[in-house]
């Protein structure tokens, strides 16, 4: 019997135990939204909580901690900056100004909330530009959706193609 058992050792050693797989895609998912009560378009932009805090590193951030339920001063400054370099809308060919309004930082997602002011009217050509994560990530895929006045439109963005243009006739 004592033979057996090191037979099945030496022939079938056990697997060793390996660390979980990384993911191995790169998106992200952001909404943008009229909201007719406050006539202002309002934006979320999802994206895993790793290769952000990864990317924020490599441009710069000093230690970016994106802990879940917990964010620094410093780091919603480096959040902030990067989607203002990175996440731009344009209505009818001005830029439109993004207030940055915070992040709940997930476990594997951290997500970005954003609103312009007040607008006179709701936005019939936007162009939008997503390149958020493309620099250090060429896989990154960036879907960008958006509702305004009940028509939807979406788009796909990556490393090289990083801008969309979007009408919308009501």
């Keep these: 019997m004592i033979i057996l058992f090191f037979l099945t050792l030496l022939f079938c050693p056990p697997k060793p135990t390996q660390p979980p797989a990384a993911h191995h895609y790169y998106a992200s998912l952001s909404t943008i939204v009229w909201n007719e009560k406050s006539n202002t378009i309002e934006c979320s ?3 895993f909580s790793d ?3 990864h990317t924020l590193t490599k441009t710069g951030c000093q230690q970016p901690a994106l802990v879940p339920n917990t964010i620094h001063v410093d780091t919603e400054n480096c959040i902030e900056d990067y989607l203002a370099n990175h996440f731009k809308i344009w209505i009818n060919d001005t830029v439109l100004s993004l207030n940055y309004i915070g992040s709940e930082i ?3 997602n951290t ?3 954003l609103e312009s002011g007040a ?3 709701a936005p019939q050509k936007l162009k939008i530009r997503n390149d958020l994560l493309c ?3 060429p896989e990154q895929q960036n879907r960008v959706n958006i509702e305004i006045k009940g028509k939807k439109s979406s788009a796909l ?3 090289k193609h ?3 243009q979007l009408n919308f006739n009501f």
């Design 45 to 47: 932009v999802q994206v």
């Design 51 to 53: 290769d952000f805090e």
């Design 106 to 108: 997930g476990f594997d």
């Design 111 to 113: 997500i970005c909330y």
């Design 119 to 121: 607008l006179n009217e």
């Design 135 to 137: 620099a250090i990530f």
């Design 157 to 159: 963005l990556h490393k």
């Design 162 to 164: 990083t801008e969309e």
